[in-house]
């Protein structure tokens, strides 16, 4: 009686002992290899005299002596050379991320820009259309005043603010919303934010005001660019007080703030070509208002009346007169001055430590510290530097009666 056995092929001499840790198994011997079976031509193996279930015992040995012989033989790490890869691993991620990091900064800012240069191109049509006039409190935003409101639902290039110069400019070509809660959160949020700014409101001014149609301010980012107030005021005529214009309708500004650094011209209005050179005077710019100290800690309030006198939250006045509320804060004098604490970098600075801005040319640039600290960037040229110039923020010395270029 013969039994067919699966062969087993190892690396041993025919008829030798496989050794390892079966030393009494044997591979089968040339002498039990019959000719084919005529039935079905396979080759059939007999094992002697040796009983079925001694054959059957002897083959799962055999087996067994083939598995350990493959564990023995398969390839592995060993504890160093995991070690090793693993400090490789390290080694280029710290090499990469930084760059990577860095891409991502500058990727940023090239996005910043691009919506500076939008907002620069906006403009050039804007005048084109409207006189040279520039947009803002005394042009498009005249007829809001103190104590009325701002109506729910008008056009995307009505502003929402009477400092609101984005949406005359811009409403239609970044397809904001009529509603106009839903144009402010949008301008803010999403149709014009800069991709660094990832601040939000703390609260609302006064609370609980709900002037722009009860939106929930603690919800929405802070806005990313400000125009700069020094090129939206009229020089104040004699005898006029200050303040008379929160409830006056074609309500023109005469701003302390900007009295106290610079006197502009007589014969100065808010038109494009009376700011003087485009390309070195600033139009928008990285940052926003207002930022109060409370409790030790910087809080970001937007302020929800429909009329702003000291720019609101889409006006400044530009680092070199920083004033309360303004998104800057300095210690020392020129020519020493530098950053006190966080605040710059946080709001403004906010690309490495850079100010992105556009000119009244269209074109836009990044500005470092120094760079912006030029107190001609924000005013009209032939301003004159007031009796104050101990508060002007800058690199650069200042004397009462210089006239700005």
Known sequence: MTERLKV????????????????????????????????????????????????????AKCLSSVSDF?????PGFTLVELLVVISIIALLLAILIPSLNKARLAAQSTVCRGHLKSAGQGLQIYAASFDNWL???????????????????????????NTDWISPILGKELGLPGNTAKRLVAIFETALRCPANTLKFDYEYPRGGGMINFINVNEIKTASYSTA????????????????????????????????????????????YKVGRACEKIFAMDGTRYIDVIDGQDRISFNSFACQLKGGNFMQYGPCTAQSGDPYLWEGTAPAIKPRGNRNKKYSYRHSG???????????????????????????????VGSSPQDIKSAQIYATGQILP
Do not use: W
């Open 229 to 272: 107030q020094g090129f939206h005021v009229y020089r104040r005529p004699a005898g006029v007080a200050a303040n008379v214009e929160y409830d006056r309708p074609a309500a023109i500004i005469y701003d302390t703030y900007v009295e106290r650094m610079v006197t502009v011209p007589s014969n100065y209005s808010p038109k494009l």
């Open 354 to 384: 850079k100010m992105n801005a556009v000119f009244f040319d269209g074109h836009s640039s990044t500005l470092d510290m120094p760079e912006s600290l030029n107190l001609g960037l924000y005013f009209p040229s032939g301003s004159i």
């Open 135 to 161: 947009p803002g409190p005394s042009t498009s935003g005249s007829t809001l005043t103190r104590t009325n409101t701002v109506r729910a639902e008008t056009s995307p290039v009505e502003p929402v603010q």
């Open 70 to 74: 493959v564990r023995y033989k398969k």
């Open 8 to 59: 087993v092929v190892l690396k041993t001499t025919v008829g030798q002992p496989t050794g390892g840790s079966n030393p009494s198994c044997s591979v089968v011997k040339n002498s039990d290899v019959q000719k084919p079976n005529p039935a079905d031509g396979r080759f059939n193996f007999t094992v002697g005299t040796t009983a079925v279930k001694q054959r059957r015992m002897l083959n």
